[in-house]
């Protein structure tokens, strides 16, 4: 199985009533680990391609809590599936050592970031030709 087999979208719980709505990620539950990590992208134009990096062990989950934006992912091996992040209560899981790019942010996008570990420059593979060379490896 490739890490890319994992890549899922989730369906955030939302509770909601007359004064607006509230979205929930439990880790553990919604979220499939324990965050370590929170970061936000915004003001990224229409053409900007963010991201172009896989990551050796952090595990992300993405959520576009204010406008849209699409999430390329690629396993290495020629596979790729883009998916569109666009309403706030859904977002996607991404596993270790898939390779990502986000685009397309429309104006108003906030795309909200969690991770499964703390920052560590080491662990992030950008360059492509080396994340496929690692692929290759791994599936000796």
Do not use: Q
Not at 30 to 48: L, Q
Not at 57 to 73: D, H, M, P, Q, R
Not at 79 to 100: A, D, Q
């Amino acid at each position: 199985m490739h890490n890319i087999d994992l890549v899922r979208m989730l369906e955030l719980p939302e509770r909601g009533d007359e004064r607006g709505n509230l979205v929930i990620a439990e880790a553990g539950s919604d979220i499939p680990f324990d965050i370590k990590r929170v970061f936000y992208i915004y003001g990224s134009d229409r053409d900007v391609i963010r991201g172009c990096h896989a990551n050796r062990v952090s595990e992300f989950v993405l959520i576009n809590v204010a406008g849209s934006s699409k999430v390329k992912v690629l396993d290495g091996e020629g596979n790729e599936i883009i998916y569109s992040l666009n309403r706030p209560k859904t977002g996607i899981y991404l596993p270790s050592m898939v390779w990502k790019e986000m685009y397309d942010f429309s104006e108003d996008s906030v795309l909200l970031c969690l991770a499964s570990t703390h920052y560590d420059e080491s662990e992030y593979v950008r360059d492509i030709e080396e994340y496929k060379k690692i692929v290759r490896e791994s599936a000796k």
